[in-house]
Structure formats: C-alpha cells, structure tokens
C-alpha cells in the first residue's frame, strides 16, 4: 500500500451523514493539537499498543533518512491509554493530511474513564504501508530516532514531546520510557563529547 493514504480515508464512508466523532489520539495527537475539538476526555482502547515502527518521511524524517514515530500494533489484552477527541468531520480534511504517510483512519471501541464506551476513529500505520519500519529493540530505536531529523524537526523532540506528555496525563508506556532513556544517555554523551573536544575556530 502506498505510505499516501490521503485518497484512502477521504474514500471511505466513515463520516457519511455525521457532523461529529470521536477521535483517539495515542501519538502526536496528544502533544499537539492544532485542530478545533468540540470535547476531549482520557480514553483508552484494548488488543493494541503503542510502538515506535513507523516511518516517517514527511515530518520528522525524509525519504532517504526516515524517523520513526508510533503506531498501534495488535496484541492480545493489550491496553492503550490516550486522549479521544469529539470534533466535526470537516476537521479530518486536515488531518488526512497530517496523518497522510501511512496511516488509515480505522474504527474501534473505547473506554472513558467513567466505564462507558463509545465508537471512535483511530489513525494506525499498518504493516501494510511502505512507510513502515517494523520492530527493533528500544536501544536500536533510540539509535535511529537519535540520527534523523525532518521538516517538523528533530525526531528526538517528538519522542521527548510523547513522554512528556503521556507522563502529565499519568500514562505509563514501558516502550516509550526505555526509548526515551537510551535517548537521554545518547545525548549526554553528545554533549560530553562536545564539551570535551571544543572547536578551535582559528586553528588551521
């Protein structure tokens, strides 16, 4: 399939005769939201989780040196917790577009905080999608995450931006900690290195 879907999910009929959805957001849609929401509440949905195997070639990545950023993979009594947005369907012209490199817009069913359910759409890269990276152990991740960059900035500033986020919301991801932490050491050393081997501008 190719890693632009945006023709996929507009021909869909997902939004026919509805003005409003929920929307889950697990990823980048929950450190940064630039779209208009009408209601937002804690959510979560069971048999997926959160992983770093997606490429990204459009926003933090480029075609020759992709990032990486999460999708939801299936895994059985799995629960991924996020934030479910309610917002009219002409929200998601714009945001096909941002979730345009690999990721469909699927449908599922999630719990509030409350116990009560509801029908929502989900944006997930499949493995299907020629955009996908596929697993690869935290440290080797880090390593990759580490190493690229893209027109929406460094890929580590999404990681660090999800981590942080998902901590002030109270959300423990095991996979998303031990990425960040190997990124952390990863940049201590940097910084280690550059204080250790200054730059001598004016020696020839």
């Avoid at 869909?12 to 697990?26: C, I, M, P, S």
């Avoid at 779209?35 to 770093?52: S, V």
């Avoid at 345009?100 to 989900?122: C, P, Q, S």
Wanted: charged fraction near 25%.
């Amino acid at each position: 399939m190719s890693a632009n879907t945006i023709s996929v999910n507009q021909g869909n009929h997902q939004l026919d005769g509805r003005k409003h959805v929920w929307l889950f957001g697990y990823g980048s849609l929950i450190f940064k939201v630039d779209f208009k929401y009408l209601e937002r509440r804690p959510a979560t949905i069971r048999d997926w989780q959160r992983r770093f195997w997606q490429g990204s070639h459009d926003h933090r990545g480029t075609p020759e040196k992709p990032g990486r950023v999460v999708t939801l993979t299936p895994k059985e009594g799995a629960i991924c917790q996020g934030m479910d947005y309610m917002i009219s369907t002409d929200v998601f012209e714009y945001l096909d577009f941002r979730e345009k490199n690999g990721y469909l817009r699927l449908t599922t069913t999630l719990t509030f905080d409350d116990g009560k359910t509801a029908e929502a759409l989900v944006y997930i890269a499949t493995d299907e999608n020629e955009a996908y990276l596929g697993p690869a152990s935290e440290r080797v991740i880090a390593q990759h995450i580490y190493r690229c960059t893209g027109p929406s900035g460094p890929n580590r500033e999404y990681l660090f931006e999800l981590a942080n986020a998902l901590r002030s919301l109270q959300i423990e991801d095991e996979h998303v900690s031990k990425i960040e932490q190997h990124l952390l050491i990863l940049s201590q050393r940097s910084e280690e290195f550059t204080v250790d081997n200054p730059i001598n501008n004016s020696s020839t």
